[in-house]
């Protein structure tokens, strides 16, 4: 297997270069478990991070990091867009959502619970990587659905296309790859 390495936020890694279909293959990047990574990466948004009221994610990659930023900044609170809705839900709000690294298209739902609090507040949406974007997407749908403003958009990776995009503030690049672990022009 072909490794990409990177400092992220101070600290080393190498990304294994997994495929995704014959032509493209991407840099994996999972902070499960990597409390060290996560703990930076967390510092480092939160430095560049425009105000806001609350901060949400998609579930699930996202979770350990807006968790560890909300431990850091001292909120109380963030949110979470899940993939299925919860028996403790009030109600849902729902969008679906076609992502680079999960095959089909799932939905996204958030608790009326959660949506009558974001109401005209400044929601600052986070992620681990931001790639073609349709995840952020729906999760803007699902923060709009609920009454919230869009305080800002943020990732530790943005990748591919995702590089050049204005509207995102990310910590690193990350090229996409071919299948000899080169990088992809």
């Known amino acids: ?24 293959y991407i840099g994996a990047f999972v902070i499960f478990g990597d409390q060290e990574l996560t703990v930076a990466c967390a510092d480092a948004l939160l430095k560049i991070a425009p105000e806001y009221d609350y901060i949400i ?9 807006i968790h560890e930023m909300a431990r850091q900044s001292g909120a109380k ?18 969008v679906t959502v ?13 608790d009326t619970a959660d949506a009558e609090m974001m109401k005209g507040k400044k ?9 073609t974007g349709e995840s952020l997407k729906a999760i803007e749908a699902l923060v709009e659905k609920a009454g919230g403003i869009i305080a800002g958009r943020m990732c530790i990776l943005a990748e ?10 990310y ?9 000899d672990g080169s990088v992809k022009e």
Request: hydrophobic share 40%; proline share 7%; net charge neutral.
């Open 1 to 24: 297997m072909n490794y990409y390495p990177m400092n992220i936020a101070g600290v080393e890694r190498k990304l294994p270069i997994c495929r995704v279909t014959d032509d493209l």
């Open 57 to 65: 994610t998609a579930e699930a990659k996202g979770i350990p990091l």
């Open 77 to 94: 609170k963030y949110f979470l867009a899940r993939k299925k809705p919860k028996l403790y839900m009030t109600g849902v709000f729902e």
């Open 98 to 110: 076609r992502s680079i690294t999960t095959e089909g298209e799932q939905k996204l739902y958030l």
């Open 123 to 131: 929601i600052l949406i986070v992620d681990d990587v931001i790639s």
């Open 160 to 169: 591919g296309d995702a590089i050049d995009r204005n509207d995102i503030q």
């Open 171 to 179: 910590l690193n690049p990350l090229p996409l790859f071919n299948a």
